[in-house]
């Protein structure tokens, strides 16, 4: 077995008196895609927010590459290796879209590299590049979720952490995001994928979990998870 990339042992995630996590275990493997998927109010998205420093754990460890990352802020965890998309996508709106990318290269010093890769990602999105210098809000929705795909890249992560990716978007955008996702994963990353879209994240993903109130119900190969009755009727709609 390789050494986990990403181990949580034993999460709890608390909102003063609510528990939103309850004893959650967890991990990825490198180069593994994993998804977490679960009915609205499952602690998906607390659960993202603990692991990337957004809230505080009220128990648990997380392990990244070996070494304790709980309790780190978000912009540590960016030098980790461990990049976000949050619900909701999460751009500078002010700042212009080359800027947004800049933004996500904070951490970089091979600046000739970091220009390659903005021109890189404007190309491979042309409604970027014909916007490049206009505020990150005037984007479309759709638009933005590229844009915040992309500053998460440009720091060249180890771990790329996504949450509702699809939320709000028009299928031919989906489509077009979970390409470059197939893409990035193709190449090598490691990813942690929350969806509300259970048969498009159990597609892209090799491995998944569902949680369940606060915990983890069930976990397996995608495969075996669109087999499971459980699954198909609680999930997959069928
Ligand atoms: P969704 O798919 O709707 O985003 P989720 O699986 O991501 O759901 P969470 O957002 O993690 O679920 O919420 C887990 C539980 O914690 C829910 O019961 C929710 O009501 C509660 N909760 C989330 N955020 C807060 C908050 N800021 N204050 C109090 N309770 C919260």
């Known amino acids: 077995m390789p050494e986990a990339l990403l181990q949580i042992r034993g999460l709890n995630v608390h909102y003063g008196a609510i528990a939103a996590v309850k004893s959650l275990d967890l991990h990825i493997n490198p180069g593994e895609r994993v998804t977490l998927i679960g009915a609205n109010g499952a602690g998906k998205t607390s659960t993202l927010k603990a692991l990337t420093g957004l809230l505080p754990a009220s128990a648990g460890e997380i392990h990244f590459a070996g070494r304790s990352i709980a309790g780190r ?17 999460g751009v500078f709106a002010r700042m212009s879209v080359v800027e947004n990318l800049h933004a996500g290269a904070f951490c970089r010093s091979d600046h000739d590299q970091v220009e390659q890769e903005i021109e890189h990602w404007l190309e491979l999105f042309p409604h970027l590049k014909r916007r490049a210098r206009q505020p990150a809000g005037l984007l ?4 933005q979720q590229m844009l915040a795909l992309a500053r998460a890249l440009m720091s060249r992560p180890r771990l790329l952490v996504l949450d509702e990716p699809s939320m709000g978007l028009a299928p031919i955008m989906v489509e077009k995001i979970f390409d470059v996702i197939d893409q990035v994963c193709d190449s090598g990353m490691t990813l942690l994928l929350v969806e509300q ?39 997959l709609g069928e």
């Open 73 to 89: 802020a978000a912009h540590e965890l960016l030098r980790e290796g461990i990049a976000m998309v949050p619900e909701g996508r």
């Open 140 to 143: 479309s929705g759709g638009e």
């Open 197 to 235: 879209n259970a048969r498009l994240a159990l597609q892209v993903c090799q491995r998944a979990y569902v949680m369940d109130s606060g915990r983890i119900s069930l976990e397996g190969p995608s495969a075996d998870l669109r087999d499971d009755p459980h699954v198909r009727a609680a999930y």
